[in-house]
């Protein structure tokens, strides 16, 4: 009797080299045999001369075996043995001898409890046991790999570590669950793998890992094999202020960036500045300028540059471009220790259709629908998330959960919002299906987003959500108790659209657009909202902030001062991209740095300054930050001032007599002798004007401190009169505590 027929069945060798056998881990590796008198090893290996088996504890050879086939099938009784024991194989190439621990004498590494809750749809560490994760198992140091493929027909890991031959290591499969796994023992950090998948029909495609935490630029796109070190984090203290904070009450003004376009380096200007070079010049121009918070574009890896990262295949993977995941753990662990939070922009909205990614990933529409009127986004060509199905939840839960965990993130920002809430957004009434109540709502995306918020917030007090959301759905910062999305903040597009429409109408028409300006607040208290001048505000054609607004370059710079002394005066949280705390002329380009030369021109510098010293007062007067999103928090002193482009409004914190008001002059006229009410009688100074000749302007400004009179004006009890500066906004306070100017 032959080998072959002895511990092989032929059929069962013809299935294993055609890729049909199902149950490998059945056939291939140690096996009691003759009803457990005697043990056999198979194992297969091409092209292998010879391989011994070795006993892994004294490395005493116990067996040869024998070869069944050309194409690298290999088997062996195992000497008076009975009992299976960790071996190795020490086989034998034409030019080299390996010893490898062959990874079919393994058993499964999944925990029945893990699984349980990933089916379910609530595992929040999915990335413990899936993608690629350092194990040591009976005593031996490896990798095990595991993958969600429930209509595979069979899974193999391919990678440096195997010559990319796909039948060198098949996954184990586990039916009840959809889960493939193997456990490696001969591999190293950093080589490159993927996922070879056979679908039921035949068809075979190569995917990367969706779980992987480490990936290769575009075009190979490989996952890779993470290294075991850990990161001493050095900011226990910031975690423990930060879970007794009250964020709401606080200043919040954030820095949005994009880290590829914020400064780059080389002759050429193309290198990417690493987060060494970051934790440098980035951490300290942001604490410098006094922002509390710095939002990341997203930086989970992604082969297009131009998608700017909204496009990302490898959601826990944080991109190659300015180093690996220690160093930006180490660039939010420095800014913590200088007292600035950090934010990562989140894409849970869609997901693109890279081949390599998560399309059709076994075959079926595994993470996305099926069908097209739910699964694919007309606006970007993307796919939308299947979130009613329990696994692909668990696998963005276990994302934000990955983040802020692992990173240490101070919370997310989810980019659109709106086209996971509505089925119809975007679509014509024939690309969209209604829910099973008739409506347009997606139900199953509006409870995906009330339980990540409750689950986020639960895990990690004193984190933010926020919701980019552009519509007037009710409740996106109402708590999920109350039927709310359960958002910490919605950032106010109404605000961003009005007002923006304002500053780019000629000051002579300004008074037909007065109502741009004021309206916000009819609605300013009804979430929890952080005003943006985002990235979308300056690209596709849209140019920057700066040329946005009418007029000469005097014009320009002092209305675009103004404008931002009304929004950090404005209730709501901050938030600026980039380049416009500045002023840069140019629209903003991903594959470019920031024009920063322009700080050598005094116009652009003033504004720099003026933001800088906005954020400081912002900082320092609780009035302007304390009730942000409640009504008492603000009262209107003038609104209808059309004629003038004039607005007074009065800010209040918790101490009543510590307010702060506000004139914005959107016209070029100078008002002297103009009357202002007050809550208060105190002595009042300016405490900043955007005219200031410091930021550029014509230094129409209000020296000293002026004593209240007892004149009612503007529904106050007492008042004033100040000179008005031209395109101008100045603050005023019953302090006498000047910021330096």
Known sequence: MTVATQYVEQASAIALLNGEYNDVFSLLGMHSINDAKALVVRCFIPGALSIDVLNANDLRKVASLEQVNQQGLFAGKIGRRVKPFHYLLRVQYPLCEQLIN????????????????????????????????????????????????????????????????????????????????????????????????????????????????AMQPS??????????????????????????????????SIYEVQLASWRRNGEDGQDYTDYGQLIAELVPYVKEMGFTHLQLMPISEYPFDGSWGYQPVGLFAPTYRFGDANGLKAFIDECHQQGVAVLLDWVPAHFPRDPHGLVKFDGSCLYEHEDPRRGEH???????????????????????????????????RLDAVSSMLYLDY???????????????????????LQELNARMYQCFPGINMIAEEST????????????????????????????????????????????????????????????????????????????????????????????YGFMWAHPGKKLLFMGNEFAQRNEWNHNQSLDWHLLNYAPHQGVQD??????????????????????EGFQWLDCNNADNNIL?????????????????????QVYHHFRIGLPTDQPYSEILNSDHRHYGGSHVVNDGTYETQPTQWQGMPYSLEITVPPLGCSLWAPEQHELPQ
């Not at 796909?166 to 959809?178: F, V």
């Not at 014509?428 to 008739?438: K, S, V, Y």
């Not at 007002?499 to 929890?528: C, K, N, W």
């Not at 007074?648 to 070029?668: A, E």
């Open 472 to 563: 007037a759905w009710p409740g996106v910062t109402q708590a999920t108790s109350n039927n709310g999305l359960g958002f910490g903040f919605k950032w106010n597009m109404g605000w961003m659209n009005d007002t923006l429409r304002y500053i780019s109408s000629d000051p002579l028409f300004r008074r037909y657009h007065h109502g741009e300006l004021t309206f916000s607040l009819v609605y300013a208290f009804t979430e929890q909202f952080i005003l943006s001048l985002s990235h979308d505000e300056v690209v596709h054609g849209k140019g920057s902030l700066l040329h946005k607004i009418p007029g000469d370059d005097w014009q320009k710079f002092a209305t675009l001062r103004a404008y």
């Open 648 to 668: 007074v409004f009065c800010r209040f914190g918790i101490d009543k007599k510590q307010p702060v008001v506000i004139v914005v002059n959107m016209s070029p």
């Open 610 to 631: 003026w933001v800088r010293d906005l954020n400081l007062c912002y900082q320092q007067y609780p009035a302007l930050h304390q009730h942000d999103h409640q009504s």
């Open 426 to 448: 975007s679509r014509t009434a024939d690309q969209w299906i209604p829910n099973e109540l008739g409506g347009r709502e997606n139900l199953q995306a509006i409870s995906f």
């Open 219 to 252: 075009p190979h796109n490989a996952s890779k094999i993470p290294h075991v070190d850990v990161y001493d984090w050095q900011d226990s203290q910031w975690l423990t202020e930060r879970a007794n904070s009250q964020p709401h009450s606080q200043p919040m």
């Open 102 to 213: 062959d990874p079919y004498q393994f058993d499964s590494l999944l925990n029945p409890d893990d699984v349980y809750l990933f089916g379910e749809g609530s595992q929040l560490q999915t990335y413990h046991f899936q993608g690629a994760n350092w194990r040591e198992h009976h005593g031996v140091t490896g990798v095990h790999f595991c993958v969600w493929a429930p209509n595979a027909k069979q899974v193999s890991v391919v990678g440096d570590f195997n010559l990319w031959d796909k039948k060198r290591h098949i996954l184990r499969h586990h039916p009840g669950s959809g889960l493939w796994d193997i456990f490696i023992a001969d591999v190293e950090p950093d080589q490159h793998y993927k996922f070879a998948i056979c679908d039921v029909h035949g068809n075979e495609m190569i995917k990367s890992d969706p779980y992987a935490v």
């Open 378 to 412: 007309p606006d970007w060509d993307t796919l939308i998330y299947n979130y009613g199905r329990a696994e692909v939840r668990s696998f963005l839960y276990s994302n934000a959960y990955y983040w802020l965990k692992e990173f240490h993130f101070d919370g997310l």
